[in-house]
C-alpha cells in the first residue's frame, strides 16, 4: 500500500462485542499513516448490515467469538456473502490450529489483540495489498498444525450465503417448514437447497451435513 498517496479512507469494521477493545482498536487506527473510516458492529448481524452499506468496507476486523459469528460459521457466512470484503480475524486466542482453521476458512489475516502498532499497520497494509498476514512469532505453530479442514473449506465454499443459512438451521434441530418460515421462503425452496447443500459437502443426509457445520464453531477458550 502506497501511503504517501493514499487519500481516500479505507473503510473498515471494527466487529467485536466488548467496547472497550473496539474503542481501543479505533484509536490505534486513528494513528495509522493512511486515512481510515471506522464504523463497529458488536455482533454478526450487524456486521452484515454494516457490510451491505455504502460506500463499500474494504476491511473487517472480525471476533470469531462475539454473538452470532459461531466461530467459522461466521468467517464462512461473511466470505460468502461478502466476497470482496477483506477479512483480518482478531483474537485474543492463539491456539495454532484455530488460526490455521480461519486462514483456510478465507481469511486473509489473523491479528493477536495483544499486537501493538506497528504490527497492526503492517497487517492491514498486507490485507490491502490482497496478501495474507500472520505474525512472525505465530508463523512456525501454525505451519506446524495439519490442514484437516482443507477439503471442507472448500465445499463450504460454495454453498450461496442463503445456502449456508438453511445449514446453519439444519444443525440447529430446524425442519424444513420451520426453516422455510424463519427465512420467508417456501418449503420446496428449501428442500431444492437441501439437495444442494448435500451435493456440494458431499454428504447424504441431514445429520451429516450437521455434523459438518458443527466442524465451524469454536468453543470460546474464555468459557471453556
Do not use: Y
Not at 31 to 36: C, D, E, H, N, S
Not at 52 to 77: F, I, K, N, T
Not at 114 to 122: F, I, M, P, Q, S
Not at 149 to 171: F, G, S
Amino acid at each position: 500500500m502506497n501511503t504517501s498517496t493514499a487519500t481516500v479512507p479505507v473503510r473498515l469494521v471494527i466487529a467485536d462485542d466488548h467496547p472497550l477493545f473496539r474503542g481501543a482498536l479505533r484509536q490505534a487506527l486513528g494513528a495509522l499513516p493512511v486515512p481510515v473510516e471506522i464504523v463497529e458492529a458488536d455482533d454478526l448481524e450487524t456486521t452484515c448490515r454494516r457490510l451491505a452499506e455504502d460506500p463499500p468496507v474494504d476491511v473487517l476486523l472480525l471476533d470469531l467469538h462475539m454473538p452470532g459469528a459461531r466461530g467459522l460459521a461466521g468467517l464462512s457466512r461473511v466470505r460468502s456473502s461478502f466476497p470482496e470484503v477483506a477479512v483480518a480475524v482478531i483474537s485474543a486466542h492463539e491456539d495454532p490450529d484455530v488460526i490455521r482453521r480461519a486462514m483456510e476458512f478465507g481469511a486473509a489475516a489473523f491479528i493477536p489483540k495483544r499486537v501493538g502498532l506497528d504490527a497492526l499497520t503492517e497487517a492491514l497494509e498486507a490485507v490491502l495489498d490482497c496478501r495474507t498476514w500472520l505474525p512472525a512469532d505465530l508463523q512456525a505453530r501454525v505451519d506446524s498444525v495439519s490442514g484437516e479442514d482443507i477439503e471442507l473449506a472448500r465445499r463450504i465454499a460454495r454453498l450461496t450465503p442463503q445456502q449456508l443459512r438453511v445449514l446453519e438451521m439444519v444443525a440447529d434441530g430446524f425442519l424444513n417448514k420451520q426453516i422455510a418460515d424463519r427465512l420467508g421462503i417456501q418449503e420446496r425452496t428449501v428442500k431444492a437447497h437441501m439437495s444442494e447443500i448435500f451435493a456440494r459437502l458431499e454428504v447424504r443426509n441431514r445429520t451429516q451435513a450437521g455434523i459438518a457445520f458443527r466442524r465451524l464453531e469454536l468453543v470460546d477458550p474464555a468459557v471453556s
